[in-house]
C-alpha cells in the first residue's frame, strides 16, 4: 500500500521508495530507508505529517504516494 493511503494514528514500515534520487537521498538522510517504522501523525488533502525515528516532518502528496509501506 502507499503511504498517502495510510491512516492517521496507524503504524507502517517502509518496503521500497519510487522517487527522483535527489530526493529519495534526502529521505535516507533523514533516516527513512527500507524497514523504518513510521507512523502517521496527521493527514490533509494535501500532505501528511509522520513521526520517523523521533522526527515529525510533513510529506506532500506526491511524494507520500510514491512510498511504498506495509502496516505493522
Do not use: C, W
Not at 518496503?15 to 533516516?31: H, S, Y
Not at 523504518?36 to 506532500?60: E, M, Q, W
Request: glycine share 6%; charged share 25%.
Amino acid at each position: 500500500m502507499k503511504l498517502f493511503d495510510g491512516s492517521e494514528k496507524k503504524h507502517y514500515a517502509v518496503q521500497n521508495m519510487t522517487l527522483p534520487v535527489k530526493t529519495e537521498k534526502r529521505l535516507e538522510a533523514l533516516g527513512m530507508i527500507a524497514g523504518t517504522k513510521l507512523s502517521v501523525l496527521n493527514k490533509k488533502k494535501s500532505a501528511l505529517v509522520i513521526a520517523v525515528r523521533g522526527t515529525r516532518f510533513a510529506l506532500g502528496k506526491a511524494i507520500a504516494a510514491n512510498i511504498e509501506v506495509i502496516e505493522m
